[in-house]
């Protein structure tokens, strides 16, 4: 069953139906809260909310829509939120990280160095590079989640290469 017609059952009542839906998402979700940075309980709770709402607004989902869109959609209103009323502790864990680096090896420091590169970029920019590059959402359903244009998806998606481009040769 694709996720669409199981998400439509749960919409329509049968609750047990979104069981699959957890299966299937819950690590998609985990991940991309740990590439915005937010630390591993955070990533938990906030998973865990998505899939709370996606239990309680489920008579908003419509037939049509598409799921990992709408999921998406909810994830990142979460986030939001989470920054907001946790702005000054996310910037201390931020920093916290970056000052309790160990020595690495060269790949780790790729890394470290390309995350550190992310997180300088602006709000708009990491977003989009997140969906596209690392949960493989293509530009029409990044312009659904975020409700903007696709050209305007396509325009933070280069400006904001280019600017992580630069930060991490700033950086490294």
Known sequence: MTDEIVMYEVAKGDLDKSALLFERYKNRIYCFYMRFGVGKENAQDLTQQVFYRVIRYRTTYKEGY???TWIYRIARNIYHDFLRENKFVFEEFQNHQMANEEETNDEEEYFLTLNKALNSLGQEYKEVILMS?????NYEK???????SVSLVKVR????????????????
């Open 66 to 68: 598409e799921f990992k």
């Open 133 to 137: 590059r690392y949960e493989g959402m």
């Open 142 to 148: 990044i312009s659904q989640v975020l409700n903007i």
């Open 157 to 172: 998606v280069h400006r904001g290469l280019k600017q992580l481009k630069e930060f991490y040769f700033q950086l490294s």
